[in-house]
């Protein structure tokens, strides 16, 4: 049995055909390859884009979907293995995996980290609870990953360039009155390098740089694919020649769980900002972003109303590249 958990436990050339199966479902939305067979999608965080395009995804390949949202609508859920239960969760993951997966074919969890501890948040510890008790197919739909939105965005890269590999992508940190998730981030970095790109991180100071082990993975990715990976923080440098920004804000893991602390590092880093001046000193690039943005305050409106901004695009293939996921996972794919 096969997970989505992670882009970093299939292949290019598997990631490659669930591209390709999402192109095919772009062109034809509608089948009935996955009739009588449904999907539990448990959300611990909100959600717009992920909710949306999963159910109505399931719904257009004839199948269904179960919302979940624990401590709102459902039993709140314990993670921890060998915990005493007495606080406010009311059923272990044990048991909610086990039941989902005798009800559902597939599982589908967002669960953001903890913002406490990044030692135990980066062994992505909830999914891989219910990856291990469930008896069924687990889909990732954001933790300390994201890997849906990776295949989303490689997808618009494609789609608008063609080849990618060689092409130069700058992943830019932007400035957010607080520390986000370094989930989007390490995925573009992941996607970007194990399809050959020439990725440029861009950060205000080392502190922010990613976790050491998606920059290991990425300059892994980096040698097998002919690509390569670079650290900046200098953003002239950095957004010269570029043929592709993805802006996203995260926070310093050095300080992690200590936004107070961290506000010292973020708060004079406005400039960080994606403009038309800076997007000038590109190479004609495209420019994305994961949504939810802020603007005018990670980009201009200038830059959001452009037409080489392709976030749209790529929320749009986040139903095509899920439906894809979801039909492969249950063998309909080919």
């Known amino acids: ?11 290019a050339e ?7 199966l999402a192109r095919g479902l772009e062109r034809r939305p509608c089948n009935d390859r996955l009739a009588g067979r449904s999907i539990a999608l448990v ?6 884009r992920t909710r949306t395009s999963f159910e109505l995804g399931m719904q257009q390949l004839g199948g269904i979907a179960i919302v979940l949202q624990p401590g709102k609508d459902a039993w709140g859920v314990e993670f921890r293995p060998g915990v005493v239960m007495d606080g406010e969760a009311e059923e272990h993951i044990a048991e909610v995996a086990g039941v989902l997966s005798r009800y559902c074919d597939l599982i589908g969890l967002r669960a953001f980290p903890g913002f406490q501890d990044w030692s135990h948040d980066r062994q992505d510890p909830v999914i891989r ?12 739909m954001e933790t300390i990953v994201h890997p849906c939105q990776e295949l989303a965005l490689m997808k618009t890269l494609q789609d608008r360039l063609g080849t990618v590999r060689g092409r130069k992508f700058v992943l830019t940190w932007t400035w957010h009155p607080r520390p986000l998730n370094t989930a989007v981030a390490n995925s573009a970095l992941l996607i970007a390098s194990k399809f050959g790109m020439d990725v440029t991180l861009l950060c205000p ?4 740089v990613l976790d050491e082990q998606f920059m290991r993975e990425a300059a892994d990715n980096a040698r097998a694919s002919g690509g390569s990976v670079t650290v900046s923080h200098d953003i002239e440098s950095a957004y010269r020649g570029a043929e592709v920004v993805y802006a996203k804000s995260w926070g310093a893991l050095p300080l992690y769980g200590r936004p107070q602390e961290e506000w010292a590092l973020r708060e004079h880093n406005r400039h960080f900002i994606v403009d038309e001046q800076k997007m000038a000193l590109t190479d004609a690039a495209l420019f994305s972003h994961c949504l939810p943005l802020r603007r005018n305050v990670k980009a201009t409106d200038g830059v959001m109303d452009a037409d080489y901004c392709v976030a749209l695009d790529e929320a749009e293939n986040r139903l095509h590249v899920q439906k894809a996921v979801m039909m492969t996972l249950l063998g309909a794919g080919a």
Request: cysteine-free; glycine content about 0%.
């Open 1 to 11: 049995m096969q997970h989505f958990l992670t882009t970093s436990d299939w292949t």
């Open 14 to 20: 598997q990631l490659d055909a669930l591209l390709e």
């Open 43 to 48: 959300f611990l965080n909100p959600s717009l």
């Open 129 to 140: 609870a219910l990856a291990q008790h469930a008896s069924v197919p687990v889909i990732n």
């Open 205 to 208: 100071e080392p502190a922010y």
